[in-house]
């Protein structure tokens, strides 16, 4: 079975630029998470999926990040403008339950 | 105070060694408790997770919940190299929601 895939692995952006991540769940999993991951703590969700819908966005800063779930499998996060304190490893999860959650590689963003 | 709190470490132990990670917490919602074992430049990858208190057990891997002490533990047996990763601990509760991590154990294994 299929990881969780994310692209790209690596950003590098000047401040005030715009970036755009990529996630594919795995396949048949309807519940699909963002988190935001800076050095040094542990993942805070910023977006979750169920199917289309967006079930809880409550700490994505949405006066910058945008994220949508295409036909309720793909997903991109937008960052638009970045910030330094952006910088950041961008994880994808993906689970049929909250319990087992599945986490891709991560998008390591930095912003300068 | 953060819902949950975990020593950052870094931890450093020789190969053998029982290796014993903790994480305290302040929500007594929490019901559903879970570790993480992270790789340099990797995502987080489920171990194991335990509901309510109580033991489970997974090869060398052992995790504790003590609810009334809202503590949480995980003991790894016979350390390996390998196992040198940042644990973390994340919870959740019966209704599930929102997943809250700890901010990681960093262990170190020498050989």
């Known amino acids: ?112 | 105070q953060k819902e949950v709190e975990q020593d950052p470490g870094p931890l450093s132990v020789p190969e053998g060694a029982i290796v014993s990670l903790n994480c305290t917490y302040s929500n007594s919602a929490f019901q559903y408790f879970m570790w993480y074992r992270q790789y340099s430049r990797k995502g987080p990858e489920l171990l194991m997770y335990t509901y309510s208190s109580g033991n489970k057990e997974d090869g060398r891997f052992t995790a504790q919940v003590d609810k009334s002490s809202k503590y949480i533990s995980l003991f790894i047996r016979d350390s390996q190299p390998s196992d040198s990763a940042t644990y973390l601990c994340a919870m959740v509760g019966n209704q599930g929601g929102k997943l809250i991590f700890g901010q990681g154990t960093e262990l170190s294994v020498k050989p």
């Open chain 1, 1 to 112: 079975e299929a990881g969780v895939a994310q692209s790209p692995r690596y950003k590098i952006i000047e401040k005030r630029q715009s970036v755009a991540f990529w996630c594919n769940p795995i396949s048949g999993h309807a519940t699909l998470y963002w988190y935001q991951q800076i050095l040094g703590q542990g993942p805070k969700l910023l977006i979750q999926f169920q199917n289309n819908g967006v079930v809880d966005d409550s700490q994505l800063p949405k006066d910058r990040f945008s994220a949508e779930r295409l036909k309720g499998v793909d997903s991109t996060l937008k960052i638009q403008p970045a910030k330094l304190e952006d910088s950041a490893v961008y994880l994808c999860a993906s689970s049929l339950d909250p319990y087992t959650q599945y986490f891709g590689p991560g998008t390591r963003l930095t912003v300068l």
